[in-house]
């Protein structure tokens, strides 16, 4: 199978200082199996140096990891979640549920049953 071509317009070097200053360290770690993929290291061996395990050593994970890479350079290998489901609560039901939260729930002490009987 041919090589997926990455696109070299950042050298190595210079993906490794983006790497040290990334915060998410998913992307730090992509940007390092980038880096060592540049530099002539098989997709396995790039990997390892980046401290990724079996499970992201799957072909099509690196395959599209190199494609956003490609596409967007660095900023396209951060993870792009979605906004997830949609509340099933409406929004009068929410604010109903937040007014009884903030309130707290009141347990009735002793002093206050004795005093009903």
């Known amino acids: 199978m041919p090589a997926l071509m990455i696109r070299e317009d950042l050298p190595p070097g210079e993906l490794r200082r983006l790497a040290k ?9 992509r940007l390092l199996a980038i880096a060592a993929a540049l530099e002539g ?7 390892r140096v980046a401290g990724m395990d079996r499970q992201t050593l799957r072909f099509n994970a690196c395959v ?6 490609n596409r967007g350079g660095p900023a396209g290998l ?4 979605g906004d997830g489901r949609p509340c099933r609560l409406t929004a009068g039901q929410q604010a109903t549920l ?9 347990i009735p002490t002793k002093a206050a049953t004795n005093s009903n009987l």
Request: charged share 35%; glycine share 2%; aromatic share 6%.
């Open 64 to 69: 599209e990891r190199v494609i956003r890479y």
């Open 98 to 106: 937040k007014a009884i939260v903030l309130q707290g729930l009141r």
């Open 78 to 81: 951060s993870d792009h979640w």
């Open 41 to 47: 290291l098989s997709r396995e061996a790039a990997a």
């Open 21 to 29: 200053a990334e915060r998410d360290l998913r992307v730090a770690r």
